[in-house]
């Protein structure tokens, strides 16, 4: 097999364990200790969704103290769920799709610069713990991606 198939190959197949991850944490979210520990940011999230509910606005009507674009994100996202559980697949493929465009503007960044290995550095960006466990879960890859969007 061809290096660029190699390359391919684990490219998804970081792509499926990042999916596996998610509907893991949707899954056992609430009922597995290790899930709640690196997914302990959501309990926030729903607290203020919560409020939400009720009519009330975040930073207008009770203090968050998250960004402001974290706040706008997560109260946007939070119009394309029916349930808190539910939020966790809307945010979690949402960060997903952020976390695949980071990686597809590091590939064109490591291209343009020529560099020849773009594509070995790309796979291993995808499995990275960080990329694989949390970012689902976590706003820091938003502003990570309009950073290295800039360096583009």
């Known amino acids: 097999m061809g290096s660029k198939k190699v390359i391919l190959v684990l490219i998804t197949i970081a792509i499926l364990l990042k999916i596996g991850v998610i509907l893991f944490t949707y899954q056992h979210f609430g009922r597995n200790v290790y899930v709640g520990h690196y ?45 808190p559980h539910q939020f966790i697949l809307v945010y979690g493929f949402f960060m997903f799709l952020i976390d695949m465009a980071v990686a597809v503007v590091l590939w064109k960044i490591l291209r343009l610069e020529k560099r020849g290995n773009a594509d070995i550095v790309l796979a291993l960006y995808l499995f990275l713990p960080t990329i694989l466990i949390l970012n689902h879960v976590r706003f820091d890859i938003v502003p990570a991606f309009f950073a290295i969007l800039a360096y583009y």
């Not at 674009?69 to 119009?79: C, D, E, R, T, V």
Request: proline share 7%.
């Open 39 to 83: 997914a302990r940011d959501l309990d926030c999230w729903f607290d203020m969704f919560s409020k939400i509910e009720k009519g009330m606005l975040p930073l207008v009507d009770f203090p968050k103290e998250y960004p402001g674009g974290a706040i706008l994100l997560n109260w946007g996202l939070s119009f394309f769920y029916s349930s």
